[in-house]
């Protein structure tokens, strides 16, 4: 996986930081039962957040509302200065899971271009500038070669590029996604690593799901998940031995020998050991 730096961060900038999402006591319910339990956080704009919390504990759930896709049971979202579900909404959201079925007749070009698709609306026709945003998406996720090729004949790795790439080409102020690196090739990692890293130069937020402990660290901002927001700030104010230990169940780590067979992997600071969760 590429390397990751643990060093502290600096504050994003010297006056207080705006907020692309604000939540107040937010409840979701999925699926019949209660997904997230009452939340209050706060998100930085131009930053990278990531939600990491173990299987179950709501993470999909509160991406889902933050792109609109479920209305809050209770409480209240405001994303980008607005609700979720507002028209218009410059949110790009990559699903970690697709609905285009695998044997749909459709090219890597055709699918890259459906993130023209909010812009254009059911009638009008790709300009310049739309040929444009989605030839330079599919350069970034060194996809171009692929072009012609339909989604059934791609790796795992190569699919969730052409669909990163797709995400990239609407046109966005936020990106999120949903566990964009499980499971991938060492190669389409690293490219939508690099691309993750990236998207803040260029004035967008980016929120991602994840289990692995290291790209948690390797962001901003955290969200730590365990049927709601159990803590939200800076990776090493959140990833503390105390908050892992509670939000994943495993009781009390009475010492790092210990702690190591739960987290098998090379040890990154001195609060908790790195690795996936």
């Given at each position: 996986?590429?390397?990751?730096?643990?060093?502290?961060?600096?504050?994003?900038?010297?006056?207080?930081?705006?907020?692309?999402?604000?939540?107040?006591?937010?409840?979701?319910?999925?699926?019949?039962?209660?997904?997230?339990?009452?939340?209050?956080?706060?998100?930085?704009?131009?930053?990278?957040?990531?939600?990491?919390?173990?299987?179950?504990?709501?993470?999909?759930?509160?991406?889902?509302?933050?792109?609109?896709?479920?209305?809050?049971?209770?409480?209240?979202?405001?994303?980008?200065?607005?609700?979720?579900?507002?028209?218009?909404?410059?949110?790009?959201?990559?699903?970690?899971?697709?609905?285009?079925?695998?044997?749909?007749?459709?090219?890597?070009?055709?699918?890259?271009?459906?993130?023209?698709?909010?812009?254009?609306?059911?009638?009008?026709?790709?300009?310049?500038?739309?040929?444009?945003?989605v030839k330079e998406a599919m350069e970034l996720?060194?996809?171009?070669?692929?072009?012609?090729?339909?989604?059934?004949?791609?790796?795992?790795?190569?699919?969730?590029?052409?669909?990163?790439?797709?995400?990239?080409?609407?046109?966005?102020?936020?990106?999120?996604?949903?566990?964009?690196?499980?499971?991938?090739?060492?190669?389409?990692?690293?490219?939508?690593?690099?691309?993750?890293?990236?998207?803040?130069?260029?004035?967008?937020?980016?929120?991602?799901?994840?289990?692995?402990?290291?790209?948690?660290?390797?962001?901003?901002?955290?969200?730590?998940?365990?049927?709601?927001?159990?803590?939200?700030?800076?990776?090493?104010?959140?990833?503390?031995?105390?908050?892992?230990?509670?939000?994943?169940?495993?009781?009390?780590?009475?010492?790092?020998?210990?702690?190591?067979?739960?987290?098998?992997?090379?040890?990154?600071?001195?609060?908790?050991?790195?690795?996936?969760?």
């Open positions: 996986m590429p390397n990751r730096d643990h060093s502290p961060k600096p504050p994003l900038n010297e006056q207080p930081t705006a907020a692309v999402i604000t939540a107040t006591d937010l409840v979701l319910h999925r699926g019949g039962h209660k997904a997230v339990d009452a939340s209050t956080f706060v998100i930085p704009a131009g930053a990278i957040t990531a939600i990491i919390g173990p299987n179950g504990s709501g993470k999909s759930t509160l991406l889902h509302a933050m792109a609109g896709l479920l209305e809050p049971t209770s409480g209240t979202i405001s994303v980008l200065g607005q609700s979720p579900t507002t028209r218009g909404s410059r949110v790009s959201y990559v699903l970690q899971h697709t609905a285009i079925p695998m044997g749909t007749p459709i090219t890597v070009r055709e699918t890259v271009g459906m993130g023209r698709y909010p812009r254009l609306g059911p009638f009008r026709r790709r300009n310049k500038q739309d040929r444009r945003r996720l060194d996809i171009v070669d692929l072009g012609r090729r339909h989604l059934s004949e791609l790796s795992g790795g190569q699919r969730q590029r052409v669909y990163v790439a797709q995400g990239v080409a609407q046109d966005h102020d936020l990106l999120l996604l949903d566990e964009p690196l499980t499971g991938l090739d060492l190669r389409s990692a690293k490219t939508i690593d690099s691309i993750i890293h990236s998207e803040p130069e260029h004035g967008c937020s980016v929120i991602l799901t994840t289990h692995d402990l290291e790209e948690a660290r390797a962001a901003d901002h955290v969200l730590l998940m365990a049927g709601k927001v159990q803590a939200s700030g800076r990776p090493e104010d959140v990833l503390t031995s105390r908050n892992l230990t509670l939000a994943y169940g495993l009781g009390a780590l009475h010492d790092r020998d210990e702690a190591a067979l739960l987290f098998p992997t090379e040890h990154h600071n001195h609060d908790f050991p790195g690795g996936r969760a």
